[in-house]
Every structure is written in structure tokens, then in C-alpha cells.
């Protein structure tokens, strides 16, 4: 059993940037793929980010694609969301989840709040 705690939220400028931090405990976080979804008020949750278990594959929703990059750090359980030119369509709850594969995850932490102001 994975569990995840986002932190990092806040509220920003448009045009500012923010880091989301998400750390992990309660399982062996190397072997888990992780990502960043979202969503906004009235709107379904949506793909942002994802990266591989080693880190080596990444991957981007076109609309954050170029501002948004997702990183990690096995010794210290932990994968990063840094933010730039922050738009006010990316205010939103932000989650962490966690799963055996990309596209796949069973694991989420319980969100951090975004509010980009314009």
C-alpha cells in the first residue's frame, strides 16, 4: 500500500511558477510509475504528467507541454511538478498518484490546490 502527500499548492501570478512535491511512503517507490493529474471546478480530472519508474520516460498533456516538467528522486521517494508561465486555466486541484505501469494507477494522494490569478 502506496501513500502519497502533494504539497506545494498555492496562489500564484499568471506568468509565475510554482514546484509540486509529492512524497511517498509505504511501498518500494522505485518500481512505480508516477503521475500528475488535475482538475479544475466542474471539470473532470485530467492528465498532466507522467514518468517512468527510473525516470527516463516522461510524458506531457499538450496543454502543459513546454511549461510543466515532471521529475523524480528514488532515494528520497519523491517526484517534483515544477510549473512556468502559469496560466489561470491551470488553476486546479493537482494529484499525485502512483502504479505498476504508466496509464495505469491504483494509488493517489488526497491533492493540492492550485489558483493561478490573471
Known amino acids: 500500500q502506496v501513500q502519497l502527500v502533494e504539497s506545494g499548492g498555492g496562489l500564484v501570478q499568471a506568468g509565475g511558477s510554482l514546484r509540486l512535491s509529492c512524497a511517498a511512503s509505504?511501498?518500494?517507490?522505485?518500481?512505480?510509475?508516477m503521475g500528475w493529474f488535475r482538475q479544475a471546478p466542474g471539470k473532470e480530472r485530467e492528465f498532466a504528467a507522467d514518468?517512468?519508474?527510473?525516470?527516463?520516460?516522461?510524458g506531457y498533456a499538450d496543454s502543459v507541454k513546454g511549461r510543466f516538467t515532471i521529475s523524480r528522486d528514488n532515494g528520497k521517494n519523491m517526484v517534483y511538478l515544477q510549473m512556468n508561465s502559469l496560466k489561470p486555466e491551470d488553476t486546479a486541484v493537482y494529484y499525485c498518484?502512483?502504479?505498476?505501469?504508466?496509464?495505469?494507477?491504483?494509488?493517489w494522494g488526497q491533492g493540492t490546490q492550485v489558483t493561478v490569478s490573471a
Open positions: 498518484a502512483a502504479g505498476l505501469f504508466r496509464g495505469s494507477y491504483g494509488f
Open positions: 509505504g511501498g518500494t517507490f522505485s518500481i512505480y510509475a
Open positions: 514518468i517512468s519508474f527510473s525516470g527516463g520516460r516522461t
